[in-house]
């Protein structure tokens, strides 16, 4: 066989099989992100964590296109059907044969850690950062310390409870930070603790519609979530906050449930009501969490890329240097401990009622 053909033939099947070589194409290489999904049931292309990356995606394409010489952004989704050893060879691949520089997934201590083997930045969907991974770990979700300490600085501030009790679960960081926070604002001496384990579910239920009670977290029992917090909800006729968002710690008090969530759905933010109408005009619905997650992991690691570069050596260090900038819901941005800060309101929800009642920035600092 003529060399000249043997060429052609090898090239063609490095550009097939790998897509990494810039003469195989007129068209600029794509530079990819990686998605992988671990759950053996495949998501839909409605899922709202989908469509908020698909929206995300086309809105930050322009201006990467520019900075990247034409190069567009694209994302590869893998699917480690349940098993976790497929999980981590997804990403593995991605990492080293598509040289993709960010994953995006991860909704548990699990799956995060088979992630972190990759060697790639991973944005997890977890809010509290894991011990024994590498730096390489970023936390988009929800912070229940944040939450826990915008609750107790709402109750003892706002509120002005004379005093409350904490039924708290050992260990955790809300409960935690509901002590800290009290002892900050000195009002410790008000706060009564005591164990949530004993109690069961339909007895936390009535200890909550007692004295102004702080629970460390709903996940003490999934039953107090159905029993005390979905009922207010479905009666208010909220659609878009969806229990992902009330898992945290929450405060009653005067007959109110309150929580710290990372979004208010009647914000009048420049940045929300700009994320919200594409949303609507994309999809014809309303944004969730999910939707706001999605969203927000592919504008990070797009101003991450755009500034530090595809294949920075240096690109954990690079994300927290460069992600400040708009989210869905307002101004975000990584602090040192690779947790991702935003905005939160708190949520009061009555019997059938909700609104929301405070806004808490996002802290200027951390760590």
């Not at 977890?126 to 979700?141: E, N």
């Not at 479905?234 to 992902?244: F, P, Q």
Request: proline share 7%; with cysteine; glycine share 8%.
């Amino acid at each position: 066989m003529p060399f000249m053909l043997c060429r052609s033939l090898l090239m063609a099947f490095v550009c097939a099989g790998f897509g990494l070589v810039a003469g195989c194409s007129s068209s600029p290489v794509p530079v990819f992100l990686g998605h992988l999904h671990a759950h053996a049931t495949p998501l839909s292309e409605s899922d709202p964590f989908l469509q908020g990356l698909e929206l995300s995606l086309r809105d930050v394409q322009e201006e990467f296109k520019r900075e990247f010489k034409g190069r567009p952004l694209h994302i590869r989704h893998g699917d480690g059907k349940g098993s976790l050893d497929l999980l981590e060879t997804q990403a593995v691949r991605f990492a080293y044969l598509h040289r993709t520089p960010i994953l995006i997934g991860g909704e548990t201590e699990d799956e995060i850690r088979r992630l972190d083997r990759s060697k790639a930045v991973v944005f997890s969907h977890l809010g509290t950062p894991l011990i024994g991974v590498s730096d390489s770990v970023f936390y988009l979700g929800i912070n229940p310390y944040d939450q826990a300490q915008a609750l107790a600085a709402f109750a003892w501030e706002d509120l002005k409870l004379e005093k409350a009790r904490l039924l708290q679960e050992k260990g955790s960081p809300a409960s935690e930070a509901i002590v800290e926070r009290s002892k900050v604002l000195k009002t410790e001496s008000r706060l009564a603790i005591s164990d949530a384990r004993p109690y069961t579910p339909a007895d936390l239920v009535q200890e909550l519609q007692k004295e102004p009670t702080f629970l460390g977290t709903v996940q003490v029992s999934p039953l107090v979530e159905e029993l005390f917090v979905r009922p207010r909800i479905r009666a208010a006729g909220v659609s878009n906050v969806t229990t992902e968002v009330l898992k945290g710690p929450l405060l009653a008090a005067n007959g109110k449930v309150y929580f710290a969530i990372p979004f208010d759905p009647a914000s009048e933010s420049p940045e929300w009501k700009a994320f919200r109408l594409k949303y609507q005009e994309a999809f014809q619905g309303e944004p969730t969490w999910k939707s706001i997650l999605g969203f927000e992991s592919v504008q990070l690691a797009s101003r991450v890329l755009r500034q530090a570069g595809s294949y920075s050596e240096k690109l954990s260090d690079d994300v927290v240097k460069h992600s400040k900038g708009p989210g869905a819901t307002g101004t975000i941005f990584f602090s040192k401990s690779r947790q991702l800060q935003r905005p939160l309101w708190i949520f009061e929800l009555g019997e059938k009622d909700a609104k929301i009642v405070k806004t808490v920035p996002a802290p200027e600092t951390k760590d």
